[in-house]
């Protein structure tokens, strides 16, 4: 009898293990990049609330500098905080955020507070510049498969 309580408090204690290591990954949350059609996996990093990501590309038309300045959200989105870029032209917003300011030639909108659960582009080995988490550089537009429609989102679970 006591051989049989002793295995069953084993048993007992590996399922409850397993539950907490389950419930723990499957609530981590991930930065995904992946085929918007396909939906195959072309990046995957963790990442928690308050990380910062940068997203730089070139503007198509206007073929200057554009830089996106997100923070992860708890509720798995990405919070778009800034943007910022070297002249206006043709697309680009003239009236964005609460503030406004000139460093270094760039132009910076702050304190859009937009919040998106994903977005997606078109990659270009070109225009796709740096994707970057808490200033660490992640992937360039050269690392992603070149005019392929992509999608980037914060998920939480086991992959």
């Not at 680009?92 to 859009?112: F, Q, W």
């Not at 796709?128 to 429609?149: A, F, V």
Request: proline fraction near 3%; charge should be positive.
């Amino acid at each position: 009898m006591k051989r049989k309580t002793v295995m069953l408090t084993v048993l007992v204690l590996a399922v409850c293990a397993g539950l907490f290591a389950w419930h723990r990954l499957a609530s981590e949350q991930y930065l995904i990049i992946s085929d918007y059609k396909t939906n195959t996996v072309y990046f995957k990093t963790p990442v928690k609330a308050g990380d910062r990501l940068f997203f730089g590309w070139v503007h198509s038309l206007e073929k200057i500098p554009w830089h996106e300045y997100y923070h992860i959200t708890d509720k798995d989105s990405l919070m778009l905080e800034t943007i910022s870029f070297p002249a206006f032209g043709a697309g680009i917003p003239a009236d964005r955020g609460k503030k406004v300011r000139v460093e270094n030639g760039l132009i910076y909108m702050e304190e859009i507070d937009q919040e998106f659960q994903q977005f997606d582009w078109i990659n270009s080995h070109f225009a796709t510049r740096d994707i970057k988490l808490n200033d660490k550089l992640l992937l360039t537009g050269k690392d992603l498969p070149e005019h392929t429609r992509l999608l980037l989102k914060i998920k939480r679970g086991v992959f």
